[in-house]
């Protein structure tokens, strides 16, 4: 099976991302410390560099308090 990589997604996903978390005027530091996810790895995902698991996407719904479906909505960026 080949590995596909849908580098647009990837970036409109880090996009809004960064979006929910500014929108909650957190910085990437304090989302690290609430997630227990790296801020370098959050700050590569933010900039579209890394393709993030649906782990991680679970851990950033819980520490923004959101529903993890609102990361996969991209009408609004």
């Known amino acids: 099976m080949k590995y596909l990589k849908d580098e647009k997604f990837i970036i409109q996903f880090g ?4 979006k929910l978390r500014e929108n909650q ?3 990437q530091e304090q989302l690290a410390l609430l997630s227990g996810v ?5 700050a590569r995902t933010e900039l579209g560099l890394i393709n993030t698991s649906i ?7 819980k520490s923004l308090k959101v529903s993890p479906m609102i990361f996969f ?3 609004d960026l």
């Open 55 to 61: 782990s991680h996407v679970s851990v950033y719904a």
């Open 15 to 18: 996009k809004k991302l960064k």
């Open 38 to 42: 790296s801020q370098s790895q959050i």
């Open 73 to 75: 909505d991209f009408s």
């Open 25 to 27: 005027r957190i910085s």
